[in-house]
Structures are given as structure tokens and as C-alpha cells.
């Protein structure tokens, strides 16, 4: 066994990852493992937003909302190639909340935020701007427009991930906590491998629970990893359908129970819908877009959008379950999506910190509350100052956020047999790595066999030496969204092929 890591982490989620690398910057010893795949929880079933959240001023949650915001400009510049900046238009109407009401709640927005590149807020002339031409004729005259950013949620997962392992962190995938012991001023953590059934112990400092909605799980099942939070589970689904407009803007759409829908252009020729809200019991791995929420989505836009959408459009639905702090009472789109850190520590004892709650977007300013709460736990080692997550590229980010176009430029000049929409696929994933997976091909046959939809030989076997990607969902769900594109039968290959190369690497 190795000596005593100084934090282990459960759970591989943004958060977990997002701490493995901050951690493992500072010099830290840091052992993380993932019962499943990376990102395979909440982390890859989000509306893929990086925003202040606009809703949550409504809730007075300023806080919550100001860090949001700042983060915006702090992850864009650290992820050019995962995240991009994108308007959204909130078209309005007699009856929604007042015209006062969002020009108030957007100029909040846009000066709590200190925004140096992503444009402010303006109002739109939907009878005269493009984005008013998909909407119910008539039914618009005015909209607003306002800044956020996209990500790509899964990737984020995984570039923190990869980051933190080229840092020395030990990143385990499929491989489960079973048992927690506080012991000696330390704690002993076994896990157990997925499939294999090995089991091994290892010795921390401290310890994270960071296991996202299995938070609750995690406390009060066998590890007995207690927190006094009252967890609460609320479930949201999403659906994609054919593009519903020709531009690259977004929509947030307001429906008459109150809550918001976004509307958002996605993977070229498509556009993602969400969110439903509602409470959920039972295990988060199993959530699915249920027949009614696919339903609800279907109404909340075909009552803005000329073209009516029906559940015979939509051609993928997930669902993902966030772990909440907040009593049943409220309503689920209601209760805060702040995050909480709970710290359970005594004279003596190894301390357990737990996560709940939180967003994509604060994921690197919880990792670094998490590390300030640790630290008197923590020996000083030699490494990066705190904050230097907010300045250092994620992998393939080391470029700027003005030069998207010419690395896609200068990866076709210099592989010119790629077509612009996969050059453009491969920076927007890997940034300048992809240069690293097309490596010395001259042509399109030399990156190996081709699994359909652009995906080759050479990009799944960098996705399983680098990224820890074991089987064809790994790869076609979440290092791609490819399994948009792909029949099962190319699927299926691509599996096949996957269990043979990695029996093959002993994996
Ligand atoms: C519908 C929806 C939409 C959202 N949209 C946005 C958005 O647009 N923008 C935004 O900023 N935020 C959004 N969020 C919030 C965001 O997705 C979550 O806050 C974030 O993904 C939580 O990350 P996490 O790491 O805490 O949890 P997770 O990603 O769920 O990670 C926890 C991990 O722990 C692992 N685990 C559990 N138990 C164990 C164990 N015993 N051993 C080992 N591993 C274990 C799980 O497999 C899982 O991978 C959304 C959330 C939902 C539900």
C-alpha cells in the first residue's frame, strides 16, 4: 500500500474532479474514486450552462448568483475550446413577468457580474430581429437579450480529471467506496473495483464526500458518512430535437406556471430544450425523462415557436438529479442551488467534509472553499498559491479565447484531410490536443478504423489511454456526443472493439 494520501475523494463529478485538481496543484496527495464513469452522475445531464443563473435573483440569491457570474469569464478563459460564450433571448409578452422586472433583474446581471468580454444586455425589436422570425407570429414584439456561456459538462468532468492526474492525483474510475473508518487520526478508505471485485484500503487525512445526489447515500448507507444536511433529490429532464431556428443565440423561455425553459442551439444541427423540475426518490443512476416531462418540454415550446414540437421529434431525452439543501415544504424549482459545505471534525479526528448542492458553474470556487475548510488538516507541501486554478488552461485550453477559428485553421492546414465539421468537432473537444490524437496521419485512413460519424481508431484509443474511457457510452455519451449520430449497430461495433483493446491493454 501507498503511504498516507493527503485528501480522498468520493465521487467523480465535476465537484470531485474540480478538488482533485485544485488539490493535486497545490501539491497535494490526492486519491479520488468514481463508482462509474467520470461525469456519468449529474454532471453530464445538465442544461450545459455556465450562467449566473437569472431565475435565481428572483430568490434573492445574491451570493449564489454574483460568484456564478464572475465564474463565467474565469472558465471561458481557462476552456476555450469546451466553453463559448452565447446570447440568450428572453422574449416577453403581456402577462409574464413585468418588462420592469427583467430590465431590473438583467441590469443587476449585468453589473454584479465584473464582465470584461461578454456583451451586456439589450432590448430586442422582435418584430425586426431574426430571432423573432421562429416565434408564434404576432405573439412578440419584444424581447431582451442577455450574455452567458456553454459548456460541454462531461468534458469539463474529465479535462479537471486529466489535469489533476497529470498533477499526480490517483484518478480510479468503476471503482466504488464500500467502507469508511476513522481511525488513528486518519481515516481508511476500501473501495471495490467494478467487475473485478478487488477491494483495497487506503489512507487519507481527510476525507470528500463529493458523490453529488448519492451524497445521502454515501452518509447514511454502509460508509455512514453522516451530514446533518436534509438532502433533497429534484430530478430535471431535457430533450433534443431538430434545430427549431437558423441562428447561434438561445432562448429562455417563460411558461405560465412560472418557471423558465431554455431553448438552446446544440451539436451543430439540433437544439437541446430543458428543464423539468421535480422531486425524486430512488437512485439517481436510473433517472429517465419521463413521458410527461418530454410532454411538458413539448408544450413550453411549441406555445412560443411557430413550428409546434411533439415527442415524435425528440430524438434523445435524459434526466439528471440534484442533491439540494431545503425542506419539502417549497417547490422544487424554488429551493436554492447554492451550494453547502458541511464539515464534521473533532480534536483528533481525521475530518469529513461533505458537498451538497452546488452548480457546474461554481464547481473551481467549491473546490477552492473546499481546500480553505481543509487546510488546517492539511501539511504545507511545495506547489501552485491557492487560486491558480482561476488563471492555468484546462488540458488543450492553452489557447485564447479569440482563437477558436484559428486553431480549427491550423489543424486543417495542417491535417487537410479532415472536413471542416470534424476539425471543428476535434478542437472543440480536445483543443490543442487534437493535434496529439491525429498525431503523424497524412490521411484519413491512417487514424485506423472508422466507427462512423467521423469517430476513428485513433480518437477512441487516446480517449482510453487518456481519459479513462472503457466502454462505447463512455465515449459516444460523454467524452462525444456522437451517439447522436451513430446507429446501434456502429455502436455495437465500437464496443466490440473497445473490450478487445482493452483486454488487449489488460484493462
Ligand atoms: C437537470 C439539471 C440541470 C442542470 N443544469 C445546470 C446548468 O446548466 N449549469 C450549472 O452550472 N449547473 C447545472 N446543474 C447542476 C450541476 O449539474 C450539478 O451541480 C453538478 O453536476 C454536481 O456535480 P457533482 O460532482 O456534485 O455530482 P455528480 O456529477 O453526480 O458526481 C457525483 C459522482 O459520485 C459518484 N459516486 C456516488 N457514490 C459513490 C461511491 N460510493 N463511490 C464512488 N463514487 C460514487 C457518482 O457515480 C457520480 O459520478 C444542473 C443539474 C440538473 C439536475
Redesign the pocket.
Known amino acids: 500500500m501507498r503511504g498516507t494520501y493527503d485528501v480522498a475523494i ?7 474532479c474540480g478538488i482533485a485538481r485544485d488539490a493535486a496543484g497545490r501539491g497535494l496527495s490526492v486519491f479520488l ?4 464513469d ?6 453530464s ?7 449566473g443563473g437569472l431565475r435565481y435573483l428572483e430568490h434573492l440569491d445574491f451570493r449564489l448568483v454574483r460568484e ?1 457570474l464572475l465564474e463565467r469569464e474565469v472558465l471561458w478563459r481557462i476552456a476555450p475550446h469546451i466553453i463559448q460564450p452565447m446570447r440568450f433571448v428572453l422574449p416577453h409578452r403581456q402577462g409574464m413577468r413585468p418588462a420592469w422586472l427583467l430590465r431590473m433583474g438583467l441590469f443587476l446581471y449585468d453589473h454584479l457580474s465584473g464582465r470584461e468580454r461578454l456583451p451586456g444586455t439589450r432590448t430586442l425589436d422582435l418584430t425586426q430581429d431574426e430571432a423573432g422570425s421562429p416565434l408564434k407570429p404576432h405573439a412578440f414584439a419584444t424581447g431582451f437579450e442577455y450574455s452567458d456561456c456553454w459548456v460541454d ?1 462531461a468534458r469539463l ?1 474529465v479535462l479537471n480529471a486529466r489535469d489533476a492526474a497529470d498533477r499526480g492525483a490517483v484518478i480510479r474510475t468503476r ?4 467502507e469508511a473508518k476513522r481511525e488513528g487520526g486518519k481515516w481508511w478508505l476500501t ?1 471495490e473495483e467494478d467487475g473485478r471485485g478487488t477491494r483495497e484500503t487506503v489512507a487519507a487525512r481527510t476525507l470528500v464526500n ?5 451524497v445521502g ?2 452518509a447514511h448507507g454502509p ?1 455512514g458518512l453522516r451530514t446533518a444536511a436534509h438532502v433533497r433529490l ?5 430533450i433534443v430535437v431538430p434545430k427549431l431556428f437558423d441562428h447561434d443565440r438561445a432562448y429562455l423561455l417563460q411558461n405560465p406556471d412560472g418557471r423558465v425553459v431554455f431553448a438552446i442551439p446544440y451539436e451543430q444541427d439540433l437544439t437541446l430544450i ?2 423539468t423540475d421535480r422531486d425524486f426518490e430512488g437512485d ?2 436510473e433517472t429517465r425523462a419521463a413521458p410527461e416531462e418530454i410532454a411538458y418540454l413539448c408544450d413550453a415550446v411549441s406555445s412560443t415557436f411557430a413550428k409546434a414540437v411533439s415527442p415524435r421529434d425528440v430524438l434523445w431525452s435524459y ?4 442533491p439540494l439543501i431545503g425542506d419539502a415544504a417549497s417547490e422544487a424549482k424554488s429551493v436554492s ?1 447554492d451550494y453547502v459545505l458541511e464539515m464534521d471534525a473533532a480534536e483528533g479526528l481525521a475530518p469529513l467534509l461533505s ?1 451538497i ?7 473551481r470556487k467549491l473546490a477552492e472553499a473546499v481546500l480553505e475548510r481543509l487546510a488546517p488538516c492539511l501539511p504545507q507541501r511545495e506547489g501552485l498559491p491557492a487560486g491558480w486554478t482561476a488563471s492555468t488552461p484546462l488540458p488543450g485550453g492553452e489557447f485564447g479565447i479569440d482563437d477558436f477559428d484559428a486553431q480549427v485553421s491550423g489543424l486543417r492546414r495542417t491535417f487537410p484531410f479532415l472536413d471542416p465539421r470534424q476539425a471543428t468537432r476535434l478542437v472543440r473537444a480536445y483543443g490543442t490536443h487534437a493535434k496529439t490524437i491525429l498525431g503523424s496521419a497524412r490521411t484519413a485512413a491512417d487514424l485506423g478504423t472508422a466507427f462512423g460519424a467521423s469517430l476513428t481508431e485513433a480518437e477512441v484509443r487516446y480517449l482510453m489511454g487518456h481519459e479513462w474511457a472503457r466502454t462505447a457510452e463512455d465515449v459516444v455519451w460523454r467524452r462525444t456526443k456522437l451517439g447522436l449520430r451513430m446507429t446501434p449497430e456502429e455502436v455495437g461495433t465500437l464496443d466490440q472493439w473497445m473490450r478487445e483493446a482493452g483486454a488487449a491493454r489488460g484493462v
Open positions: 468520493i465521487g467523480g463529478g465535476v465537484n470531485g474514486c468514481e463508482m462509474a467520470l461525469g456519468s452522475g449529474t454532471s445531464r445538465s442544461t450545459k450552462l455556465i450562467h456564478s459538462d468532468v471503482t466504488r467506496a464500500v473501495v463529493a458523490a453529488g445526489p448519492w447515500t454515501v460508509l429534484v430530478e430535471g429532464a431535457h430543458g428543464t439517481p443512476a434526466s439528471g438529479v440534484r442551488r458537498c448542492g452546488g452548480k457546474i458553474t461554481t464547481y
